[in-house]
């Protein structure tokens, strides 16, 4: 028999192509052919963290110039707002690129990413089916669900600031119309914008491919694997944390970087050494945020103020000037020793597993979320636009893991307006005291939960081989027709 062939296409972000190449791990790990197709300069995200020989590496042309994009972009953290269109433009054209690779390898599946809603009709085309990636949380897409389907939010509010009620979940969970896309606010077809016709084409989209790949696991929100299921009857596996298959330094070292060397890292973990256990906060905002150069004033006057260690990286531009002139006058003086700043890459899931980190500051983009709940670490929950703000929810109210530091307004763009007072205390809080303590206590029992969820036996181990069973056992059953 024709061993199992899945094939993997993510999204050009880098929250969407490092939890695939994760999960192309496990699938290879259990002796299922892998294949990730992506772009020339997206590749070395793949080539350099795999350590896994037996994936293979498709690479196909992104239509840059085509879309009207400028040279050299090809990836969702490169563009700003007014490129969306064009970005999302340029995905569709990938279509029939597509189509020829999977006429060229003849996989039996294909797991394409959420926002590639196209891709259930060419798997279809090729008798092939479409897995749907979307890369949250259970209890996110059970919010979008609602949301989608009640629409609380198109009701009347004295404010914008007046709390609504998500209906139809396990828990009372309140949001605010400011913290939901701007373009939700109005239901007419016209107010759409291009990406948020593509999120309506790709819930329409996951509801007929053939099910879900899930990046959790059972015990982290088992209200919610239950309601996807059984209340909006999705098929789905969770199958994660995926994270949790880099095992060795190397692997962790290289995760989500385009290069190889790891000689980088040694400084910061050889100052993380020298600093006792829970005594530092880990402040890292993904690969896609951006700051005016006042807020990320308020965050260096926020860190100094709490009087706690701390390791903050930020993305080189990561301010709305793109440049790097942004830290108060003689604060890294001030901090040396204490604080450590880095411009740039650095290798979180090293960094966060680190016995001395004891807290962090998040933007709750997934899978940093879940990477904080594998290193067992209370948060700081600070979401800025997609399902974040579903995300910060999970974290502070149904897990008790972490606290808001007060973020109130959904923006895509640039993020502005929390004031230092509000980050001096949200880091004090999950850092010392006796409200520190429990947080801690419970965040390290789901981190125990997380690894054995994914060892043998585990909810997750057991979730991935039945979905690579009942795909061979699919496979079987379309060949029997021919």
Known sequence: M????????????????????????????????????????????????????????????????????????????QISDDMTPNFVRATIMLQEPLEQVLQEEQPHCLVADIFFPWATKVAAKFDIPRI??????????????????????????????????IPNLPHQIELTAMQIAVAEHDDQEDSQTDFNKLVSEAIECEL?????????FYDLEPAYADH??????????????????????????????????????EYYLNWLNSKKPNSVIYVCFGSIAKFST??????????????????????????????????????????EGKGLVIRGWAAQVLILEHEAIGGFVT????????????????????????????????????????????AQ????????????????????????GEEAEEMRSRAMAMKGKAIRAVEEGGSSYCHLNALIEELSSYCVLEASKI
Request: glycine residues 8%; contains cysteine.
């Open 294 to 335: 006042s807020q990320l004033c308020e965050i260096a006057m926020g860190l100094e103020n709490s009087g706690q260690q701390f390791i903050w990286v930020v993305r080189k531009g990561g301010n709305q000037e793109g440049n790097e002139n942004w830290l108060p006058k003689g604060f890294e003086e001030r901090m």
């Open 208 to 216: 007929a491919s053939y099910g879900v790949i899930v990046n959790s």
């Open 132 to 165: 749907a990636f979307h890369g949250t949380s259970f209890f996110a897409a059970c919010a979008s669900e609602s949301m989608r389907l009640y629409k609380p939010h198109m009701t009347k509010f004295s404010s914008w600031t007046e709390p609504f009620v």
């Open 409 to 432: 307004q959904w923006n895509s763009a640039v993020t502005d307006g929390v004031m230092r007072e509000a980050i001096e205390e949200a880091v004090r809080r999950i850092m010392v």
């Open 2 to 77: 024709v061993p199992l062939h899945v094939l993997f296409f993510p999204l050009m972000a880098h929250g969407h192509m490092i939890p695939t190449l994760d999960m192309a791990k496990l699938f290879a790990s259990r002796g299922v052919k892998t294949t990730i197709v992506t772009t020339p300069l997206n590749a070395p995200i793949f080539t350099t963290n795999n350590l896994c020989t037996e994936i293979n590496i498709r690479v196909i042309k992104f239509p840059t110039l085509e879309a009207g994009l400028p040279a050299g972009v090809e990836n969702a953290g």
């Open 363 to 406: 933007h709750c983009g997934w899978n940093s979320t879940l990477e904080g709940v594998c290193a067992g670490v209370p948060m700081v929950t600070w979401p800025m636009f997609a399902e974040q703000f579903f995300n910060e929810k999970l974290v502070t109210e149904v897990l008790r893991i972490g606290v808001g530091v007060g």
């Open 228 to 265: 996807y299921s059984k209340v909006f009857g999705r098929k789905a596996w969770h199958i994660g944390p995926v994270s949790l298959c880099n095992t060795e330094f190397e692997d962790k070292a290289c995760r989500g970087s385009n290069k190889a060397s790891i000689n980088e890292h």
